[in-house]
């Protein structure tokens, strides 16, 4: 049952109200991690500028922001005039998700692709609202083998996963959608950095 249609009409206007006040409250709680956010921005740059490359995995919503953060470095962000710097999407491949799931299993989704493109000094940035994606517990394992570095945009504490990243921003909140919001800003601070970075080395 859909909780909403049981609301007056003015209680559903205040659940809305109540939504967008909970997510600006946990964007603007990043500027106490800024420290945090620069040191992962500067971590990205200094790999794809320093000739090595960016995975990114997440499942579902965060999947998403996986891809979106992706395609903006090998194609561009605000800047058509950057040259093109190597970022894959682990989550993007609906062929090789499939593939490895049958044969094997979901949790070895993005472990399996880190074995295969993973080089030393390469960086694995997940997306997680909860940190116990399996398939991401497993692809980080897998990326420090590799001898790669392993950065977390996680939620709710941080869950397995906090403990297997390098550099990690645990966004403030036990809800989906914020953290999902919040790390959406996040990608675009690492995006914005990356791209000044680029302007100040030519």
Known sequence: MNTSSSLTPPARKQLLVDCIRDSSRVIAALEDQLSAIEQIAAA???????????????????????????QEITGKYSRPDRRALPAICLAADGTALTCIGNDWDFATVFARQVQAFAKPDDVLLIFSS??????????????????????????KGGGENLRLCDLSVVVPSQRTAPIQEAHQVILHLILEYLEVRCAATG
């Open 44 to 70: 990205v740059a200094d790999a794809l500028l320093g000739g090595n490359k960016l995975l990114t995995a997440g499942n579902g919503g965060s999947a998403a922001e996986a891809m979106h953060l992706a």
């Open 130 to 155: 909860s940190g116990q994606s399996q398939n991401l517990i497993r692809a980080s394992h897998a990326m420090h083998q590799a001898g790669g570095k392993v950065i977390g945009l996680l939620g």
